[in-house]
């Protein structure tokens, strides 16, 4: 079946490299109506697959997926003739007048390598903002999420050409296989570990990359920022998909003053949402696959638990747990969390938080809970990554906001203009109107021409 579909990608390329047609804008218009409508009509497949994958509820499927996914098509839509308008300007020079045509061009197709935890939103959200640039794409979903991967495929078929979209399911060996296909550009999501290797061979090819990595994201209430909103928040946000959201609280950091009453508010609103079993709970997802599991398991022996800490092997669950007393030198202060653990810690002092590199200054979130300006500026002035103040996750499902990381986790960024620039750049045509010519401009040149370039460099250069 790999072979198939191999063979439709090698002859899209084979197609664009004979022939650099991109996408002209109705086209790409029509294309992702086309994925519109089939995300509407389709939806009941869709829900179904996730929910095999990873026990998603309809409710929390529609909104992480499809809500994010169909509210970015209409943006884009709206916005892409706008965007792909070609723009010009004039420069006056002594004698000269120069005209300057910029557009932004397709890098002509793309391979979108995407991850399992949220695999519709995150195979199709790349597809869109390489579309709406004029691009032609193959998707290579994770093979850890079986269903929802079959199900793209095999409605990506359906409803588009294979010049347009193509979908190639298998494993590394495929996607190592596809990457060294002549693509011009890649967009991967996923860990930085396996970032770093699809990084490197995609290098040996000269391929630009876009990298959507994970985070330490730090969570951090300070001593004014205790509310009861504040506490939903971050429990909805932590233990959505059950803890498997890149863009989730990794770590929470309490002010002294409010950690006993901070804790026993996060246990009351883990059993509001889920039930004192939330392994009932028709609203709380399951992990992967047992090798996740495992790995989150012997996390949770790194800390004395506060709540939570069940575990089923067998149903890969494992329950929405607090962790305190954490063991300074354990990994699960070290590497990205990606489950539905949450340690809790208490400070006193934000600076000290930053001189014991207890934050990730590079995370693709910091999430602030707080009414002092102070303490935002001191974020301000620290971390590099994007601030989110008073909620989680929902700056991420806004169009306007350009979405990436920095350093560890990743480079370039996509949503909105933000991924219809990443699949693009930018052609100038300059075009030169010469009424009177500058003998000084052509050797050789005299000691005093030097004093006179110095003079009128602004005009003449």
């Known amino acids: 079946m790999e072979d198939k579909y191999l063979i439709k990608v090698e002859a899209m390329l084979e197609a664009r490299v004979n022939n650099h047609d991109l996408l002209p804008v109705l086209e790409r218009k029509q294309i992702l109506k086309q994925l519109k409508h089939m995300l509407i009509e389709k939806e009941f497949v869709f829900l179904e697959a996730l929910n ?65 935890n949220y695999p519709l939103q995150l195979a199709l959200m790349p597809v869109i903002s390489a579309i709406s640039a004029g691009n032609r794409c193959v998707i290579k979903p994770s093979e850890h999420a079986p269903a929802t991967s079959k199900a793209l495929q095999k409605l990506i078929d359906v409803y588009f050409l294979p010049e347009q979209v193509i979908v190639v399911q298998g494993d590394a060996e495929i996607a190592k296989k596809l990457i060294n296909l002549p693509f011009n550009l890649l967009f991967f999501t996923g860990s930085e570990k396996i970032g770093n290797l699809v990084y490197e061979q995609a290098a040996t090819k000269q391929m630009p990359v876009i990298m959507e990595l994970g985070g330490k994201n730090p969570c951090i209430i300070d001593e004014t920022g205790f509310s009861e909103n504040a506490l939903e928040e971050i429990v909805w946000g932590k233990y959505l998909n059950a803890g498997q959201t890149c863009i989730a609280p990794d770590r929470l950091f309490v002010h002294q003053s409010i ?31 047992e090798d996740h599991y495992r790995r989150l398991e012997r996390l949770l022996t790194a800390g004395t638990i506060y709540y939570g800490g069940l575990s089923k092997r067998e149903e890969l669950f494992i329950e929405p747990t607090l962790l305190i007393d954490v063991n300074q030198k354990s990994g699960l202060l070290k590497e990205e969390i990606f489950g539905p653990i949450l340690p809790v810690i208490p400070y006193t002092d934000l600076n000290e938080l930053l001189r014991q590199n207890l934050l990730q200054k590079d995370s693709l979130v910091v999430y602030l809970f707080s009414k002092n300006n102070d303490t935002l500026n001191l974020l301000k002035k620290q971390m590099k990554s994007t601030i989110s103040i008073n909620h989680v996750i929902q700056y991420a499902t806004n169009p306007k906001i350009a979405f990436g990381g920095v350093g560890r986790s990743g480079f370039g960024a996509y949503h909105g203009y933000a991924g219809y620039k990443s699949c693009s750049y930018e052609r100038a045509i300059s075009k030169s109107f010469t009424y009177k010519q500058m003998n000084k401009k052509f050797p050789p040149y005299k000691k005093q021409d030097l004093t006179l370039l110095r003079k009128l460099r602004k005009w003449l250069i």
């Open 259 to 289: 950690y006993e009453e901070t804790l026993e508010a996060l246990k009351e609103n883990i059993v509001s949402f889920f039930g004192e079993n939330p392994s009932e709970s028709l609203n709380y997802g399951r992990l992967i696959h």
């Open 52 to 116: 095999t994958d990873l026990k998603k509820s309809a409710f929390e499927a529609y909104a992480s997926e499809f809500a994010v996914l169909l509210n970015e098509i209409d943006y884009v839509l709206k916005n892409i003739d706008k965007w792909s308008k070609e723009k010009s300007s004039y420069r006056f020079k002594i004698g000269t007048i120069e005209k300057v045509e910029k557009n932004r061009e397709a890098y002509g197709t793309v391979l979108v390598i995407s991850p399992w």
